[in-house]
């Protein structure tokens, strides 16, 4: 048996952990890390279906407060 784990379930488990860490607790270079690991994610996630979903969801969601703003 073969286990094998998609870096970006890993990532986003990694990045789910460190953020319910408490704010006061995390040093600049802390925040630093989850920054990257944070942008590392969205280029993995970014040509997967799951993030053209989420890019189409903020599009419409900028396009819908443009409009309001009219």
């Given at each position: ?10 990532l986003a488990v990694i ?56």
């Amino acid at each position: 048996m073969v286990l094998s784990i998609n870096v970006a379930v890993l990532l986003a488990v990694i990045i789910v952990l460190r953020l319910r860490r408490r704010t006061q607790a995390r040093k600049r270079t802390d925040e630093q890390l989850t920054v990257l690991i944070v942008l590392v994610f969205g280029v993995l996630a970014a040509p997967t279906a799951f993030g053209q979903g989420i890019l189409n969801v903020v599009g419409q969601l900028a396009d819908g407060i443009a409009q309001s703003s009219h």
